[in-house]
C-alpha cells in the first residue's frame, strides 16, 4: 500500500511525503503506483520547475517528500496550493477506486 500524507499548515496545503508501492500489480504494471507517482512527482516538478520555487525535495525508490519553506510570501502560497491541491484532487480520486492500495492522511505541522 502506498501511504500518502498531506502536510497543512494555517489551512494551507504545504508539503506531502508519499511512501511505499501499492501492491495493485507487478512493478512495471502496476497502475495504481503508476498513476500516484505521476501526481506527485508532477507536483513536485510544477513547484520547481514552473513556479520557480526551491521546497525540500528528498527522493527515493518508493519514497518521495516534498515540504516548502515556510517563508515563501503569500502570492506563492495561493501559487503552490494550486498545484498541491490538484495533485491531493487526483490522488483522492484515485482512493476512491483503489481504496485498497492507497492511503491518504492529513496531518497539520
Not at 495504481?32 to 501526481?39: E, K, P, T
Amino acid at each position: 500500500m502506498t501511504t500518502v500524507t498531506l502536510f497543512h499548515a494555517s489551512g494551507a496545503l504545504v508539503g506531502f511525503q508519499a511512501e511505499g508501492h501499492s501492491g495493485y500489480a507487478e512493478a512495471g504494471e502496476d497502475i495504481v503506483c503508476s498513476a500516484i507517482s505521476a501526481l506527485t512527482t508532477a507536483a513536485a516538478n510544477g513547484l520547481t520547475e514552473v513556479l520557480g520555487l526551491c521546497p525540500v525535495i528528498e527522493a527515493e525508490d518508493g519514497f518521495l517528500y516534498v515540504m516548502l519553506d515556510q517563508q515563501i510570501g503569500e502570492e506563492n502560497l495561493e501559487k503552490a496550493g494550486i498545484i498541491l491541491n490538484t495533485m491531493a484532487l487526483g490522488l483522492r480520486s484515485i482512493a476512491e477506486t483503489y481504496g485498497n492500495f492507497i492511503k491518504i492522511i492529513e496531518r497539520k505541522v
